[in-house]
């Protein structure tokens, strides 16, 4: 069965700070990939995806994330931290039907 | 620019009542999904719908049903609302394997 594991339940860096938060899947074909982003009291926003080709993708809000099928990773990065990043981050891959599993979870928290 | 909109925002139900979540999307999407959201837990899937009045189980359908009447509403159902039931529900709906969520309605069950 599919599984997503995101290590760190809550990261904090500091405004300016690069940024990587860690995502790895379990999953017997070549995945989609999914980052979604989560605001206080707000849905999911999706920042990037991952179908096929190129293994760095490039994402909103300057976000890119980079797939290593060796490591079963798709970890998100971000040089240069601003206070509105700071939000929860799901990563998650794709299954059957369209349906996707989920991460945890990381809580960002930038400080000043 | 998709959008998915959820009946409620905040609600608080008594234990044993019928509870009716609503999601609408405006994008003529196939799929549609109810997921809830826990601490810790990430968004776990209740339900799915691929088309008009077809739908599958997710990982936790216990306590829950769903109805798909138009190809642009979903509706969660608690049939009898529980304790263990208080949580953020989130609706999404989905095009080439990318899914676009509502705001999510937060239920407190007393």
């Known amino acids: 069965a599919q599984s997503v594991t995101q290590p760190d339940i809550h990261i904090t860096v500091s405004e300016g700070a690069s940024l990587e938060l860690r995502c790895n899947y379990s999953?017997?074909?070549?995945?989609?990939l999914f980052w979604y982003v989560q605001s206080p009291g707000q849905g999911l926003q999706l920042l990037l995806k991952?179908?096929?080709?190129?293994?760095l993708v490039q994402g909103i809000k300057g976000f890119e994330a980079e797939f290593k099928r060796s490591q079963s990773s798709f970890n998100l990065r971000k040089p240069s931290v601003h206070w509105s990043d700071a939000a929860e981050y799901f990563c998650a891959v794709g299954r059957n039907g369209n349906k996707l599993v989920f991460g945890a979870g990381t809580i960002l928290r930038v400080k000043s | 620019d998709v959008k998915v909109t959820q009946s409620s925002r905040y609600l608080v139900k008594r234990t044993g009542e019928k509870v009716f979540l609503e999601c609408v999307q405006d994008m003529d999407h196939e799929n549609m999904f109810w997921y809830r959201q826990d601490p810790g837990l990430g968004l776990r899937l209740i339900y799915f719908?691929?088309?008009?009045?077809?739908?599958e189980k997710g990982d936790i359908p216990e306590g829950y049903s769903v109805s798909r009447e138009k190809k642009e509403r979903f509706s969660l159902i608690l049939e009898s609302a529980s304790t263990n039931q208080t949580s953020m529900y989130l609706c999404?709906?989905?095009?080439?394997?990318?899914?676009?969520f509502g705001p999510g309605t937060r239920l407190t069950v007393t």
């Open positions: 991952y179908f096929s080709g190129d293994t």
């Open positions: 999953y017997g074909a070549t995945p989609y």
């Open positions: 999404a709906s989905s095009t080439q394997g990318e899914q676009y």
């Open positions: 719908s691929y088309d008009v009045k077809m739908k």
